[in-house]
């Protein structure tokens, strides 16, 4: 571990958190949807395939570690469907990315939302356990922004209002909702917690902006709202307990949802959420300059994801060093941090390249962190 490491993420050479499903892990899943096998078969599936990819984790030289995502179909959705109030839904469409329609899962509130007995709290149990020194588990979950928009995704607006006519009452209940959850993940060891935020890539997207004309709806509202329920779910957690954020533009078989730089939003983000660190997206051009990490205060952390996880070639090493110290004109690089850009299987579908370039992508973010951080 290198001299500028500590115990609380982010580390020099980090990651977001999901990665590629073996086939084994897939075809175990299609055959439980299918009813050919039942709980306790598909659990040892894939409790045998995170203890493995926990290991190879370690074996890398990561410093912290993830059960991969391995027991989720989305890397949003199955936590909503774990809090009360909430259930499974299929639409008759997914979300339209850049290139590819996902599939069809959504969230519909059926109920007063709350947080007891979330089933990630056992998840989190299992990758625990593989803890030792220097080495952290890391459990990741959906912003509650993420949440709340999910509430209002197309038709499902009218349910949410329907059970909350009081927009407040239901910021206040998801909002502790969380606080619940985060509560007992700390009671079962958790140290590290990340809020994965698809909410303000979309508000900076133009795409999204012309649909949402004549609506009344202004980047500013959007803003304030999303942060609100993000900072009330904050509230009262424990000095030890890291709590970071990534900013995700939708990462779907290798193709994004939004595209913007973090201009609009910083003086948002940036300025006033109430994490510890921000881990975000720029690998290419649709996530804009360095420019507004200098709304970032200086007791917050950066993690800049140059690194995509969108395709298998490797980048050119100096030109991501270049790029660090471009970044650093913002923010000092004893607070910047190297990581891929997001997952490499955001949803079970995964990204288009192989479980062993995905490992090479890991090794080249540590090598590069090696010599620009140590």
């Known amino acids: 571990m290198s001299k500028r490491e500590e115990t609380k993420a982010p580390f020099s050479a980090d990651i977001v958190g999901s990665f590629l499903r073996p086939e084994e892990l897939k075809a175990a899943r ?3 949807a299918n009813g050919e096998i039942g709980d306790a078969e598909l659990k040892a599936v894939e409790d045998r395939l995170i203890k493995e990819l926990i290991e190879r984790q370690i074996a890398s030289g990561l410093h912290v570690i993830t059960d991969g995502e391995f027991r989720r179909s989305y890397w949003h959705l199955d936590f909503m469907w774990g809090l009360q109030g909430i259930e499974h839904i299929e639409l008759d469409h997914g979300y339209f990315f850049h290139g590819e329609e996902t599939t069809k899962g959504s969230a519909k509130l059926v109920g007063k939302i709350s947080g007891e007995n979330h089933p990630f709290v056992e998840h989190f149990k299992y990758v625990k356990q593989f803890e030792r020194q220097g080495v952290v588990a890391r459990q990741t979950i959906p912003a509650p922004a993420q949440t ?3 509430l209002f995704r197309g038709e499902n607006g009218k349910q949410t209002e329907s059970v909350y006519p009081n927009f407040d009452e239901l910021v206040e209940d998801l909002a ?5 959850v985060i509560r007992d993940l700390y009671d079962a060891g958790c140290r590290n917690i990340q809020f994965d935020d698809c909410t303000w890539g979309m508000i900076v997207d133009d795409d999204f ?18 942060l609100r329920v993000n900072n009330l779910a904050l509230e009262g957690r424990p000095a030890d307990l890291a709590i970071n954020t990534h900013v995700c533009r939708g990462n779907y078989h290798s193709t994004y949802a939004c595209k913007g730089g973090y201009d609009a939003i910083a003086p948002y983000l940036f300025a006033h ?5 921000f881990y975000l997206e720029f690998d290419d051009e649709r996530s804009g300059g360095f420019e507004p990490l200098k709304y970032i205060p200086a007791d917050k952390k950066v993690v800049l994801g140059l690194i995509t996880t969108k395709r298998a070639e490797l980048e050119d090493e100096q030109a991501i060093i270049d790029r660090i110290k471009e970044a650093e004109q913002y923010i000092p690089a004893d607070r910047l941090y190297l ?20 490992w090479e992508k890991i090794a080249l973010v540590q090598k590069i962190a090696a010599k620009v951080f140590e």
Not at 346 to 351: A, D, P, R, V
Request: proline fraction near 2%.
């Open 209 to 226: 902006w012309k649909l949402m004309a004549g609506t009344g709806f202004t980047v500013e509202g959007e803003a304030l709202k999303y």
């Open 176 to 180: 502790a909702a969380y606080r619940t």
């Open 339 to 358: 990581s891929p850009q997001c997952g490499f299987a955001s949803c079970e579908i995964g990204n288009k390249l192989t479980e062993e370039e995905q």
């Open 273 to 277: 959420e109430n994490v510890d660190a």
């Open 30 to 32: 299609v055959k439980y």
């Open 148 to 150: 709340l928009a999910e």
